[in-house]
Every structure is written in structure tokens, then in C-alpha cells.
């Protein structure tokens, strides 16, 4: 196949799409037609990766077209012999990670100095907010953080996914956090 990206742009349309691929009339409306059950035409965004598929040789038939809504998920148009549509996400894998350490001033900045995403600041608050006040924190309170990260493909950092357990010691306190699943 030859391989084409592009990215959608302001004013796109699911139907100017196509049409810049050089599908005219009533085969793009044989196409909506079919592919409007799983995918919404209106959806299209700008900013978005599409993938075009062409077949060698002199014909250049569009094959496929990917439309990735996201990193993760994105929709497959085959356009071989049936028409048909796929929506697919890409594999997301889950690692656990603990990390530990003094808090040197700043939680963000301390989480950082150990390579943790200030998203897991966020939770940690929230987690120890009737318990832990983060500002009035001082040199030295030690901290042990117990945490799943989500990666995409096993290679994609896409955040943190949660908090599964945390230790703060606190004002001379030690102070433990674990999930609770009613």
C-alpha cells in the first residue's frame, strides 16, 4: 500500500474528506449511508491524524482511511471489496510504580525531582485533604507512594491512572491512605 497522513483541518467534513480523495457523489453517499450506524459524520474535528491507504500501481485506489478520535482510539474505513467501518482502540497496559522520598518544599516539585507526572500531586491532595494540608508541609516529612500508570501500545505514557496506596509522615504523624471499594 501507499502509505498517506494528513490531519484534519477547520471546516473539514467526513464528506470533503472523501472527496479530496477522489470519491464523488453517489458513491460517498453509498458510503455515509453504510458507515453511519458505527461512526457519527458530524463527529470530525479538527486536529485529528487521519491515515490513507492507497494500492499500488496505476490505479492508486483508496483502500482504507484511519481516523484516530484520540491517542487511543480511532476508526478503520475499509473500503475494499464491502464497504465496512471499525472502531478500535489501541492495547492499554497498566504498570505499577512506587516511589518514596522527602518532601524538600513544594509537592509538585518534589514529585518531579523522583520522575512522577504532577497529575499524582492532584490525587494525593484530594486523597489526604481532611488530613494533610500540602502547604503547611515542612523539610524533611517523608512520603511512600504506591501508583498505576497507564501506557499505550506498552510504550505511550498516557498519565496516571490511580492512587493504589500512599504513606505521608506528617508533623511527626505517619499517616496511611488505601483505597476504599464500597
Avoid at 501507499?2 to 483541518?9: A, E, R
Wanted: aromatic share 14%; with cysteine.
Amino acid at each position: 500500500y501507499n502509505y498517506i497522513q494528513d490531519t484534519t483541518k477547520s471546516g473539514d467534513t467526513f464528506k470533503s474528506i472523501l472527496k479530496k480523495q477522489n470519491l464523488h457523489g453517489l458513491k460517498i453517499d453509498s458510503i455515509i449511508k453504510i458507515v453511519k450506524d458505527t461512526f457519527d459524520i458530524n463527529s470530525v474535528t479538527r486536529r485529528k491524524a487521519l491515515t490513507f491507504l492507497r494500492e499500488k500501481g496505476k490505479t492508486n485506489r483508496l483502500q482504507a482511511m484511519v481516523y484516530q478520535t484520540d491517542r487511543l482510539n480511532y476508526y478503520l474505513f475499509d473500503f475494499r471489496d464491502t464497504i465496512a467501518v471499525y472502531k478500535r482502540a489501541r492495547p492499554l497496559t497498566f504498570k505499577n510504580r512506587t516511589v518514596a522520598g522527602t518532601i524538600t518544599g513544594n509537592l509538585v516539585k518534589t514529585l518531579e525531582n523522583v520522575k512522577v507526572d504532577k497529575e499524582l500531586a492532584k490525587k494525593l491532595t484530594k486523597t489526604y485533604a481532611w488530613s494533610i494540608d500540602f502547604f503547611k508541609t515542612k523539610k524533611g516529612d517523608i512520603f511512600c507512594l504506591c501508583f498505576s500508570e497507564r501506557f499505550i501500545n506498552d510504550s505511550i505514557y498516557d498519565g496516571i491512572d490511580s492512587l493504589r496506596c500512599a504513606f505521608v509522615e506528617y508533623k511527626g504523624k505517619k499517616i496511611y491512605a488505601f483505597p476504599y471499594i464500597q
